[in-house]
């Protein structure tokens, strides 16, 4: 039994290096929860608006660029509005403890498949879904983060890396990932959106943040 328990702790190492993205490098449980005890949502102390400059694109079709704006209403409760460049809102969704919520839909955009994959991405962004969950703490090999957490949410496993104080990257497996870069006054200026096996991506630039 201690030979099977022994080999067994040997194991969970091996498995996190082998399951976890590339881009994480490699993990190492660690009991240091320093700068940070645990990860939050990028909005969560923050009940005003970010506006940004936003770009969405599938495979080879054009680019759809407009404003998009992100407003905390309440705790764990945010307004995501995306209205295109002429004007035009494509959407007013809701994210939250409330569930998500879809206030305002363009025709275009009201399909399942599609409300579903942009529900999971800003809801991933906003962690809507990962406030109460249990974190787990790693060590990165990377002298670019140097603490990642991890929970598991919906059969998917989740990650997110920092480095310092700053939340650098999230992962939801390996199907979606999100970096966050060029932080000023502790919030990134650029926010990018990617997907493994669909050709789908969102870039986000803060224009400004009141």
């Known amino acids: 039994m201690r030979l099977t328990h022994y080999c067994f702790l040997l194991i969970i190492p091996l498995l996190v290096l082998a399951c976890s993205p590339r881009k ?3 993990l190492k449980p660690t009991e240091e929860l320093s700068p940070i005890s645990n990860p939050s949502s990028l ?3 923050d009940f005003g608006s970010f506006l940004f400059k936003a770009h969405l694109q599938y495979g080879k079709k054009p680019k759809i660029g407009g404003l ?3 407003k905390q209403t309440e705790p764990e409760v945010y307004r995501v509005i995306f209205m295109a460049e002429m004007g035009l809102s494509l959407f ?11 206030h305002k839909k363009f025709e275009l ?3 399942k498949i599609l409300l579903k994959i942009i529900e999971n991405d800003i809801g991933l962004l906003l962690m809507t879904d990962e406030f109460k969950r249990p974190f787990r703490a790693w060590k990165s090999s990377l002298d670019s983060l140097n603490q990642v957490f991890t929970t598991h ?4 496993k989740h990650y997110y890396a920092y480095q310092d104080s ?4 999230i992962h939801q497996g390996g199907r979606v990932w999100i970096d966050m870069s060029l932080y000023q006054n502790g919030f990134p200026q650029e926010i990018k ?5 669909l050709p789908l991506k969102i870039d986000l630039r803060l224009i400004r943040k009141k």
């Open 109 to 111: 955009l009201d399909r």
């Open 24 to 26: 994480l490098g490699q």
């Open 68 to 70: 998009m704006v992100v």
């Open 43 to 45: 909005f969560e102390k």
């Open 193 to 197: 959106i990617q997907h493994k096996k």
């Open 92 to 102: 007013d969704f809701e994210f939250g403890k409330n569930g998500f919520i879809v």
């Open 153 to 156: 949410h919906e059969g998917s």
């Open 166 to 169: 700053s939340l650098r990257q």
